[in-house]
Antibody, heavy 117, light 108 residues
Framework: EVQLVQSGAEVKKPGESLKISCKGS????????IGWVRQMPGKGLEWMGI????????RYSPSFQGQVTISADKSISTAYLQWNSLKTSDTAMYYCALGGYNWFDPWGQGTLVTVSS | EIVLTQSPGTLSLSPGERATLSCRAS???????LAWYQQKPGQAPRLLIY???SRATGIPDRFSGSGSGTDFTLTISRLEPEDFAVYYC?????????FGQGTKVEIK
């Protein structure tokens, strides 16, 4: 069974850094794109970016380019979403999902990030 | 960037009724590269339809997708209690990929 398991909820202060993770299992990690989607409180889904772990090819939405970094460690089948300096507006649920070059399926359970002073 | 506009924002229906959800693109979506997702409160989204009309694995046949170009539709033939949720469309025909803003299907 293909599964994506995300790291737990985080509470951070503005200006702090953060890296959340998404571990894939049940498939060959290097052979499929994996992506990240943001959902701000009470809002819709936003396509952030994707990475192909096989060669680390990474694509970002213009809205998120330069704001976050997507990476992957194929030795442990894990993708990451990273911020260098969080803002309160980064408060959201973040989902990883398999695919993204086309559709996303399946999805991880989500990681809630809360940024508050 | 292709903007996807979903309508209506909210659809109030009773179990057993037919639901018709619209997703309109600001430009033509190449090769009907459009997906539909369902999201229930407190849950991650779930893929329903890809390539505009292909049902994902395990999705009941009461869900169907249609359309091409700039106009796409998700139809739920007879609403079951578990179908009341928010539905999103997403295109992947060009970069950047984008989602629609969602349609909430609520119990009347």
């Amino acid at each position: 069974e293909v599964q994506l398991v995300q790291s737990g909820a985080e509470v951070k202060k503005p200006g702090e850094s953060l890296k959340i993770s998404c571990k894939g299992s049940g498939y060959t990690f290097t052979n499929y794109w994996i992506g990240w989607v943001r959902q701000m409180p009470g809002k819709g889904l936003e396509w952030m970016g994707i990475i192909y772990p096989g060669d680390s090819d990474t694509r970002y939405s213009p809205s998120f380019q330069g704001q976050v970094t997507i990476s992957a460690d194929k030795s442990i089948s894990t993708a990451y979403l990273q911020w260098n300096s969080l803002k309160t507006s980064d408060t959201a649920m973040y989902y990883c999902a398999l695919g993204g070059y086309n559709w996303f399926d399946p999805w991880g359970q989500g990681t809630l990030v809360t940024v508050s002073s | 960037e292709i903007v996807l506009t979903q309508s209506p924002g909210t659809l109030s229906l009773s179990p057993g009724e037919r639901a018709t959800l619209s997703c309109r693109a600001s430009q033509s979506v190449s090769s009907s590269y459009l997906a539909w997702y369902q999201q229930k409160p407190g849950q991650a989204p779930r893929l329903l339809i890809y390539n505009a009309f292909s049902r994902a694995t395990g999705i009941p046949d009461r869900f169907s997708g249609s359309g091409s170009g700039t106009d796409f539709t998700l139809t739920i033939s007879r609403l079951e209690p578990e179908d009341f949720a928010v539905y999103y469309c997403q295109h992947y025909g060009s970069s950047p990929r984008t989602f629609g803003q969602g349609t909430k299907v609520e119990i009347k």
